[in-house]
Nanobody, 115 residues
Protein backbone atom coordinates (compact mmCIF):
# COMPACT_ATOMS: atom_id res chain seq x y z
CA UNK A 1 0.00 0.00 0.00
CA UNK A 2 1.42 3.36 -1.03
CA UNK A 3 1.26 6.11 1.55
CA UNK A 4 2.58 9.66 1.63
CA UNK A 5 2.84 11.69 4.82
CA UNK A 6 3.70 15.38 4.67
CA UNK A 7 5.03 17.34 7.60
CA UNK A 8 6.56 20.74 8.22
CA UNK A 9 3.73 23.12 7.47
CA UNK A 10 3.31 26.02 9.86
CA UNK A 11 2.93 29.76 10.12
CA UNK A 12 5.85 31.80 8.82
CA UNK A 13 6.42 35.51 8.28
CA UNK A 14 6.76 36.98 4.76
CA UNK A 15 10.31 36.62 3.53
CA UNK A 16 10.89 33.57 5.66
CA UNK A 17 11.86 30.05 4.69
CA UNK A 18 10.31 26.67 5.31
CA UNK A 19 11.09 23.07 4.45
CA UNK A 20 8.34 20.50 3.97
CA UNK A 21 8.96 16.77 4.12
CA UNK A 22 7.08 13.90 2.54
CA UNK A 23 7.79 10.37 3.69
CA UNK A 24 6.78 7.82 1.07
CA UNK A 25 6.10 4.17 1.83
CA UNK A 26 5.08 1.28 -0.35
CA UNK A 27 7.21 2.26 -3.33
CA UNK A 28 10.80 3.35 -3.83
CA UNK A 29 11.74 6.86 -4.87
CA UNK A 30 14.66 5.24 -6.66
CA UNK A 31 12.12 4.15 -9.26
CA UNK A 32 9.36 6.75 -9.09
CA UNK A 33 8.94 10.45 -9.53
CA UNK A 34 7.42 12.65 -6.88
CA UNK A 35 5.95 16.11 -6.85
CA UNK A 36 4.50 18.85 -4.72
CA UNK A 37 1.19 20.55 -5.42
CA UNK A 38 -0.62 23.24 -3.51
CA UNK A 39 -4.17 24.36 -3.08
CA UNK A 40 -4.86 27.95 -2.24
CA UNK A 41 -8.08 28.78 -0.41
CA UNK A 42 -11.03 28.45 -2.77
CA UNK A 43 -8.90 27.40 -5.72
CA UNK A 44 -7.95 24.21 -7.54
CA UNK A 45 -4.87 22.21 -6.72
CA UNK A 46 -1.87 23.48 -8.67
CA UNK A 47 1.44 21.91 -9.63
CA UNK A 48 4.47 23.36 -7.83
CA UNK A 49 7.54 21.28 -8.50
CA UNK A 50 8.60 17.70 -9.21
CA UNK A 51 11.61 15.42 -9.19
CA UNK A 52 12.23 12.41 -11.38
CA UNK A 53 13.45 9.05 -10.17
CA UNK A 54 16.89 10.04 -11.48
CA UNK A 55 16.82 13.25 -9.45
CA UNK A 56 16.04 15.83 -12.12
CA UNK A 57 13.84 18.69 -10.99
CA UNK A 58 11.09 20.49 -12.89
CA UNK A 59 9.62 23.78 -11.73
CA UNK A 60 6.44 25.70 -12.19
CA UNK A 61 7.00 29.31 -13.17
CA UNK A 62 6.22 30.66 -9.74
CA UNK A 63 8.55 28.18 -8.04
CA UNK A 64 11.64 29.07 -10.06
CA UNK A 65 14.23 30.88 -7.99
CA UNK A 66 12.43 30.43 -4.67
CA UNK A 67 11.54 26.75 -4.29
CA UNK A 68 13.80 23.71 -4.44
CA UNK A 69 12.91 20.02 -4.44
CA UNK A 70 15.21 17.28 -3.27
CA UNK A 71 14.97 13.72 -2.06
CA UNK A 72 16.73 11.20 0.10
CA UNK A 73 16.33 7.79 -1.49
CA UNK A 74 17.63 6.00 1.59
CA UNK A 75 14.94 7.66 3.70
CA UNK A 76 12.41 7.53 0.86
CA UNK A 77 11.63 11.16 1.61
CA UNK A 78 11.02 14.16 -0.63
CA UNK A 79 11.66 17.69 0.52
CA UNK A 80 10.36 21.07 -0.56
CA UNK A 81 12.54 23.99 0.42
CA UNK A 82 10.71 27.29 0.12
CA UNK A 83 12.48 30.64 0.41
CA UNK A 84 11.37 34.27 0.34
CA UNK A 85 7.85 33.21 1.13
CA UNK A 86 4.97 35.50 0.28
CA UNK A 87 1.41 35.70 1.62
CA UNK A 88 0.30 34.34 -1.77
CA UNK A 89 2.14 31.12 -0.92
CA UNK A 90 -0.39 30.42 1.81
CA UNK A 91 -1.90 27.07 0.88
CA UNK A 92 -2.21 23.42 1.72
CA UNK A 93 0.78 21.65 0.21
CA UNK A 94 0.35 18.09 -1.04
CA UNK A 95 2.87 15.44 -1.95
CA UNK A 96 2.18 13.27 -5.00
CA UNK A 97 3.52 10.19 -6.67
CA UNK A 98 2.36 7.64 -9.21
CA UNK A 99 2.89 3.96 -9.81
CA UNK A 100 1.25 1.48 -12.19
CA UNK A 101 -1.02 4.21 -13.50
CA UNK A 102 -2.36 5.06 -10.06
CA UNK A 103 -1.86 8.44 -8.44
CA UNK A 104 -1.29 8.81 -4.72
CA UNK A 105 -1.58 11.88 -2.55
CA UNK A 106 -0.68 12.77 0.96
CA UNK A 107 -3.11 14.36 3.38
CA UNK A 108 -1.57 17.81 2.94
CA UNK A 109 0.18 20.22 5.26
CA UNK A 110 -0.90 23.81 5.85
CA UNK A 111 1.52 26.65 5.18
CA UNK A 112 0.45 30.10 6.29
CA UNK A 113 2.50 33.16 5.37
CA UNK A 114 1.46 36.30 7.16
CA UNK A 115 2.76 39.04 9.39
Amino acid sequence: QVQLVETGGRWVQPGGSLTLSCVVSGISLNDHAAAWYRQLPGQQRDYVISITSQGFAHYSDFAKGRFTISKDNAQNTVYLQMNRLKPDDTAVYYCWTMTAGQEYWGQGTQVTVSS
